[in-house]
């Protein structure tokens, strides 16, 4: 059914529709619009058979998901942030234990300093935990993303983290098209576990396991994501076959056929992207995009086929690799290894800086010229920055960096860009 | 805490035990149905034998009686959680698991959290026969698990917690934690200098923390006392919500004391006074088990190499008579003396 | 692409008449994307909102910095906040006063700009009356789809009830359909 209604409203929808057993969250900017969703929704009836429970902290969250998950129950949790970083531990225990919990990343900045707006630092932190990661373009593609979420972890026994951006999707009104119950249980069954605890067939879950056996267990999950490759299409386009649309899947091409530079990025930026490149195939540019929806597995044999016979790589990242430059571009030079090609990283959108059309254009055209550095800060305010280096120089008490910039810039408010 | 004049009950057990000498239990002497869990050849021995415990370790001993009293009394129909520590560690190492029930070891400090997944879980799939335990060490229950431990108080989920209270972080090397108590010698309370050992804190009483949060249920127990501990599991177990019971035990390679004295030491613990043993529900005391006869604290103390900088040519008299005016002040506030 | 850009301060609804804005877009049978641009949750902090309404998918995510038409729910934000940035000449603006467009100050900024596509209308006093609410973006909606046609009057009035519970959605309704005529009455002469 067609609705215009908030992304984070979809996804409860979504999540609802997925007949979850155990929900636990804790409120975090920005994705409390979808805990309150499915919160009020198991409140008035509207979703039954499931426990929903206010959790103390995002520990808690990921710590009650596991037990929910291992006792054979299908879980559902939703976190941000600084939420993520203080469940990690727990994180990597989920995978490591091989259970098959739903976490939403409503994808926000990680501080200091704290930053309430969208960027990927944090589903980005927990990259190598061990959990699938899916990022999603619009708003219509994150509620259908919840739905092959809980199918594929199910299906591998993996936990999905299905990342969305923080504001710019969650907190946004767009037209989607909710399923019917019918067609997602047709698509989504009951949730079998591999590993249930059962006093009626009593396992121990969590042992220690010393270096005889580490190796090969970590083996293993690395080997789950290695299958998910093939794993995550062939839902994709079962998905499509039933629902009607494409949603998920590996990566996706727009106008990349004959395409000499092409631009990689993640999440609803690819929205934006897009326009620039129709405007500027317009003028004659040989230009296209590619989205990548599986961050993890990182889908290196597709994005090399689909970006081997371009001249040049754009990749936009709204993460950053302190010290290093990129963290996606990394995958994508692994992805090309060996292929002379020209690559660029722009780190872009930090702490929610708008990205836009103009700018965009420029940087296009910077690249096509090859007139980019290796590693660009869009946008970056250079005056300020310098200002600041040069007040760090003079003095030692030069106070917090944040407060000193902030204070340079004047009131946040009369700027609309 | 118990107003002057007004008489407690004690705790409910019907028959009680005094040794002298031997360590043998009389079961012989109680009809089949008054004898302990522990005296039956028919037990679940839920913690089987061949797990990697020290010699005496009084941990295995707890765990042993209360999971099995658990078992007895929920029919056998029990799931643990248990934190990382001693327990999870010694009957878990790969690739053998003493575990005879099913059981889950998240980490260190989300054994309650776990145990309330667990338990949602169950009710939801419809399992309301299938009960749940939490395991933790004191640095699991009283420190880095606080936050979920409240949590789990506040929600009153249905899931019984038991804290195996060694007084410091033992699997890591003996390492102090809000559970060690004063003066004693750890790893990161070393017997040097002006103060040695543990300094004297506040305290952080977790029993009364829980009844705090009027839970149903919450007790102290000890290895020493084998009956009034499987009761208190028992009656735990009759009950449903947010329970927890603290158990003492004694843990020869952290206290420094010799393996055949761990009973012997839990038994002392509470007849100084120092350990407590009570019972309460909805955050009122409703019961506690009286000292028969009082021991002075250095008679606890001076089997335990971690007090043994108390002693010597020149005993700490300041300290231990500080010591023992904590014992004094429990006897007093929990009414363990008639 | 019809791009709009509201303004105003927290609690006055800016965000939910962006909303309802997209729900009326969508009721016609037209793409829309309604989104804000906001910090901590705060009453009295300047706030911004969006809206795109097209009759194809909406790929864009940037703010809203070229805007078609300007929705000013507050005034004191004139001389305090860049309103305008972007706006053309030949966009709508509609504004929350009681004072004409000369008596805030205005008359030379509007010189260049199409008088009727101009509007002052007294938004905050219309929804007091009706609704007992100082929250004028429902009166200002409605004066949106009087003055652009970009919406009609009846989606409007879909879009209200949607998202109020009757009793208060009928209140806002009747505070809708004065805001509507009053913006209706055209041209609004730039020196008035």
């Not at chain 2, 004049?5 to 005094?18: A, C, D, I, L, S």
């Given at each position: ?417 | ?137 004191d640095?699991?229950?009283t420190d ?21 209270d060694?007084e410091a ?6 390492q102090r934690s809000s559970a060690t108590p004063p003066t004693a010698r750890t790893?990161t309370t070393m017997a040097v200098g002006k103060e040695p050992g543990n300094v004297f804190g506040t305290g952080k009483n977790v029993?009364l ?60 613990a509470?007849?100084t006074g120092l350990f ?21 604290v250095e008679?606890y103390l001076?089997?335990q190499?971690r007090f043994a900088h108390l002693f010597?040519?020149?005993p700490d008299e300041a300290r231990l008579a500080r010591i023992q005016a904590n014992a004094d002040r429990n006897i007093a506030k ?5 | ?192």
């Open positions: 059914m067609l609705k215009q209604t908030e992304g984070s409203h979809a996804v409860a929808e979504a999540i609802a529709l997925c007949r979850p057993q155990v929900i636990c969250a804790y409120p975090i900017t920005p994705q409390t619009h979808i805990v309150e969703g499915v919160g009020e929704m198991v409140k008035d009836g509207t979703l039954v058979n499931c426990e929903f429970i206010n959790v103390e902290s995002e520990f808690a969250a990921m710590s009650v998901a596991i037990g929910a998950s291992a006792a054979g129950a299908r879980t559902y949790t939703a976190t941000s942030s600084q939420g993520l970083l203080f469940m990690a531990e727990a994180v990597y225990n989920a995978a490591g234990l091989g259970l098959p919990i739903v976490m939403t990343i409503g994808n926000r900045a990680i501080g200091a300093p704290i930053n309430i707006w969208n960027d990927h630092s944090d589903s980005m932190s927990m990259r190598d935990a061990g959990w699938i990661q899916l990022f999603a373009v619009t708003n219509q593609e994150a509620l259908d993303l919840h739905i092959q979420a809980f199918r594929l972890a199910e299906e591998l026994s993996c936990p999905v983290m299905v990342c969305m951006d923080g504001f710019i999707l969650t907190h946004a009104y767009d037209r989607v098209d909710i399923p019917d119950q019918a067609d997602v249980d047709a698509y989504l069954p009951p949730f079998q576990p591999r590993q249930i605890l059962d006093p009626a067939d009593p396992v121990t879950i969590g042992a220690l396991v010393g270096p005889e056996a580490f190796t090969e267990v970590r083996y293993l999950g690395h080997h789950k994501q290695l299958r998910a490759l093939s794993l995550i299409p062939k839902l994709a386009a079962e998905f499509a076959t039933r629902f009607g649309r494409d949603s998920g899947g590996l990566i996706r091409e727009y106008r990349t056929e004959d395409a000499e530079t092409i631009v990689v990025a993640l999440g609803s930026v690819i929205g934006t992207v897009q326009d620039v490149v129709d405007e500027l195939r317009e003028s004659g540019e040989r230009i296209g995009a590619v989205s990548i929806c599986s961050f993890r597995p990182f889908p290196v044999a597709v994005l090399r086929e689909a970006l081997q016979a371009a001249k040049r790589v754009v990749v936009l990242e709204k993460c950053l690799a302190v010290g290093l430059g990129g963290i996606v571009s990394d995958g994508i030079r692994k992805s090309l290894s060996g292929i002379q090609l020209k690559g660029y990283t722009v780190i872009a959108g930090l702490g929610g800086r708008a990205i836009t059309v103009s700018s965009l254009r420029q940087l296009f055209q910077n690249a096509i010229a090859d007139e980019l550095e290796q590693v660009t800060f869009l946008d970056l305010n250079a005056e300020v920055v310098s200002h600041e280096l040069e007040r760090e120089a003079q003095a030692r008490r030069t106070g917090p960096t944040a407060e000193a910039i902030l204070r340079r810039m004047g009131t946040v408010a009369s700027q609309i860009g | 805490m118990i107003e002057p004049g007004r008489t407690m009950p004690n705790t409910m057990q019907e028959v009680k035990f005094y040794q002298t000498g031997t360590f043998t239990v009389g079961n012989r002497l109680l009809k089949e149905n008054e004898r302990a869990v522990q005296a039956n050849m028919e037990r679940t021995n839920s913690l089987n034998s061949g797990h990697r415990a020290c010699q005496g370790c009084g941990e295995a001993l707890g765990a042993r009686y209360a999971i099995d009293a658990a078992m007895r009394a929920t029919n056998n129909q029990l799931i643990a959680v248990n934190a990382t520590g001693c327990l999870e560690v010694f009957s878990t190492p790969y690739p053998e698991s003493s575990w005879q029930i099913p059981w889950i070891h998240s980490l260190f400090g989300n054994a309650a959290a776990v145990a309330s997944g667990v338990a949602a879980a169950l009710r939801v799939t419809g399992h309301t026969d299938t009960r749940v335990v939490a395991q933790g060490g640095g699991g229950t880095i698990g606080f936050g979920c431990l409240s949590g789990m108080f506040e929600r009153n989920d249905d899931v019984l917690y038991i804290c195996y060694n972080y033992m699997n890591t090397g003996v790893a029993p923390i829980a009844m705090a949060h009027f839970i149903p249920y919450v007790a102290t127990a000890s290895v020493a006392n084998l009956h009034d501990l499987e009761f208190k599991v028992t009656k735990a177990m009759s009950m449903h919500g947010a329970r927890y019971i603290h158990i003492h035990v004694p843990c020869p390679l952290g206290w420094g004391s010799a393996p055949a004295d761990t009973i012997k030491l839990a038994r002392l509470v007849e407590p043993l009570f019972e309460a529900e909805d955050g009122e005391i409703t019961g506690r088990t009286k000292i028969r006869r009082k021991a002075p008679d001076k089997l190499k010597g040519s020149k929990f009414g363990l003396l008639d | 692409m019809f791009q709009v850009r509201i303004h105003g301060r927290g609690g006055q609804g800016v965000v939910s008449g962006a909303e309802m804005l997209s729900v009326a877009a969508f009721l016609e049978g037209r793409y829309a994307q309604a989104f804000p641009s906001f910090g901590s949750e705060r009453m009295g902090a300047p706030v911004m909102a969006f809206c795109r309404i097209d009759v194809r998918e909406i790929r864009l995510r940037e703010p809203v910095m070229a805007p078609d038409a300007l929705i000013i729910q507050d005034p004191t934000l004139l001389h305090q906040v860049d309103l305008f940035n972007g706006l053309p000449k030949s966009g709508f603006i509609l504004l929350n006063s009681t004072r004409s467009f000369s008596e805030l100050g205005l008359e030379a900024f509007i010189a260049g700009f199409r008088p009727e596509r101009l509007c002052t209308l007294p938004a905050t006093e219309i929804a007091l009356k009706h609704v007992g609410r100082p929250v004028p973006n429902v009166p200002l909606l409605a004066a949106f789809a009087a003055i652009t046609g970009q919406i009609r009057q009846e989606s409007v009035i879909k879009a209200i009830r949607e998202k109020f519970p009757s009793a208060v959605a009928e209140k806002n309704v009747a505070a809708a359909a004065e805001a509507f005529a009053f913006a209706s009455k055209r041209p609004e002469t730039a020196h008035a």
